[in-house]
């Protein structure tokens, strides 16, 4: 059956360099309206990759997680989290505190972990008074524009990322494993591929290899999924950058990725990813109250630069583990 049958009930909104937009006239009861009309929305994020619902007046964050479950049941918690988030309990986070005037660059959440969100969840109770749009991008779209020499060589390889944990800067053990007793991080990390190593101060330092490119699992189109551009050093302010390696050396960044051989990407590629990124962007400003469902597999999301008070709420769902999600030995190896 064609996604669009399913949601052909609801009147959705198709523009131009815009996620595709659904008014709803503020149901009295947000949640049950999302129970009812579960099936179309999903059916529309699968279609379009991204959906902004106007209308439902998620303004706290109990009626918010009431509409999350609603439409995706169970929530997930957050593992390997990279900065450290408000817990609303069951699965309800706070978005990534990043500086407001720096970009957060397109991404797919959790792309480096084994098992990640199929759905992800964003409502806005505050909007900004400037800026601030949680942005989209479409992951097919961005693989067929990049070079296929890079790109060839990403699928082939896979991408590396590099984290040193420390008690400064980014989350913390507890905040990314969820305990801080070492055989149970250790034991997290044999389960999930993730090599790691306990330096001499302690800190923990971890790599893991995953696919650059994954297939859809519903649609089947090949996706640009990763985070090689927003977690590599060279996405880092200037200013910020320079304080990390002055102060950690360049081998212990908080975090960093690598081609899947181990070599360092140069700034002039990660120019290339996140210039290709913003070539396919849509965008459309936070008005307080929306909600944006997200296809974490087929679209990358970012956050822009903005002023005034913003808050989002999060919550992921639908944990896949994808079968391409790691190249093998024998990839990496050809």
Same mark, same amino acid.
Request: aromatic share 8%.
């Given at each position: 059956?064609?996604?669009?049958?399913?949601?052909?009930?609801?009147?959705?909104?198709?523009?131009?360099?815009?996620?595709?937009?659904?008014?709803?006239?503020?149901?009295?009861? /947000?949640?049950?309206?999302?129970?009812?009309?579960?099936?179309?929305?999903?059916?529309?994020?699968?279609?379009?990759?991204?959906?902004?619902?106007?209308?439902?007046?998620?303004?706290? /964050?109990?009626?918010?997680?009431?509409?999350?479950?609603?439409?995706?049941?169970?929530?997930?918690?957050?593992?390997?989290?990279?900065?450290?988030?408000?817990?609303?309990?069951?699965?309800?986070?706070? /978005?990534?505190?990043?500086?407001?005037?720096?970009?957060?660059?397109?991404?797919?959440?959790?792309?480096?972990?084994?098992?990640?969100? &199929?759905?992800m969840m964003f409502a806005c109770p505050t909007a900004p008074e400037e800026g601030?749009?949680?942005?989209?991008?479409?992951?097919?779209?961005?693989?067929?524009?990049?070079?296929?020499?890079?790109?060839?060589?990403?699928?082939?390889?896979?991408?590396?990322?590099?984290?040193?944990?420390?008690?400064?800067?980014?989350?913390?053990?507890?905040?990314?494993?969820?305990?801080?007793?070492?055989?149970?991080?250790?034991?997290?990390?044999?389960?999930?591929?993730?090599?790691?190593?306990?330096?001499?101060?302690?800190?923990?330092?971890?790599?893991?290899?995953?696919?650059?490119?994954?297939?859809?699992?519903?649609?089947?189109?090949?996706?640009?999924?990763?985070?090689?551009?927003?977690?590599?050093?060279?996405?880092?302010?200037?200013?910020?950058?320079?304080?990390?390696?002055?102060?950690?050396?360049?081998?212990?960044?908080?975090?960093?990725?690598?081609?899947?051989?181990?070599s360092p990407i140069g700034e002039e590629v990660v120019e290339l990813l996140n210039?290709?990124?913003?070539?396919?962007?849509?965008?459309?400003?936070?008005?307080?109250?929306?909600?944006?469902?997200?296809?974490?597999? &087929?679209?990358?999301?970012?956050?822009?630069?903005?002023?005034?008070?913003?808050?989002?709420?999060?919550?992921?769902?639908?944990p896949l583990r994808l079968a391409d999600g790691r190249p093998t030995p024998e990839?990496?190896?050809?």
């Amino acid at each position: 059956m064609p996604f669009s049958s399913l949601a052909a009930p609801l009147d959705v909104e198709l523009r131009p360099d815009r996620p595709a937009l659904l008014r709803v006239d503020s149901p009295p009861d /947000a949640p049950a309206w999302a129970a009812e009309h579960r099936e179309a929305l999903r059916a529309m994020v699968t279609e379009h990759g991204a959906l902004l619902v106007r209308g439902l007046g998620l303004r706290d /964050a109990d009626r918010t997680g009431a509409v999350f479950r609603r439409l995706a049941g169970e929530l997930m918690p957050e593992r390997e989290a990279f900065a450290p988030r408000e817990d609303f309990g069951g699965g309800l986070y706070s /978005a990534t505190p990043w500086p407001a005037n720096q970009p957060m660059c397109m991404h797919h959440e959790l792309s480096y972990t084994l098992d990640v969100p &199929g759905l992800m969840m964003f409502a806005c109770p505050t909007a900004p008074e400037e800026g601030g749009a949680t942005a989209v991008a479409d992951a097919a779209r961005v693989l067929e524009a990049l070079p296929t020499s890079l790109t060839e060589r990403f699928e082939r390889e896979g991408w590396l990322l590099t984290r040193s944990y420390n008690d400064e800067i980014g989350a913390s053990l507890a905040e990314s494993f969820g305990t801080e007793d070492r055989a149970e991080i250790e034991r997290y990390c044999r389960e999930n591929a993730i090599e790691f190593t306990w330096r001499a101060d302690g800190s923990l330092h971890t790599t893991q290899r995953r696919s650059a490119v994954v297939r859809h699992p519903v649609t089947g189109r090949r996706c640009w999924f990763n985070q090689i551009a927003f977690l590599n050093e060279w996405t880092l302010a200037p200013e910020v950058r320079e304080y990390l390696v002055d102060e950690y050396g360049a081998d212990g960044l908080p975090f960093n990725t690598r081609y899947g051989d181990g070599s360092p990407i140069g700034e002039e590629v990660v120019e290339l990813l996140n210039s290709t990124y913003e070539a396919h962007t849509r965008r459309e400003p936070w008005q307080a109250g929306d909600l944006l469902l997200v296809d974490n597999i &087929g679209t990358a999301h970012s956050r822009e630069p903005f002023t005034g008070e913003r808050q989002v709420l999060v919550g992921m769902a639908e944990p896949l583990r994808l079968a391409d999600g790691r190249p093998t030995p024998e990839a990496s190896a050809r």
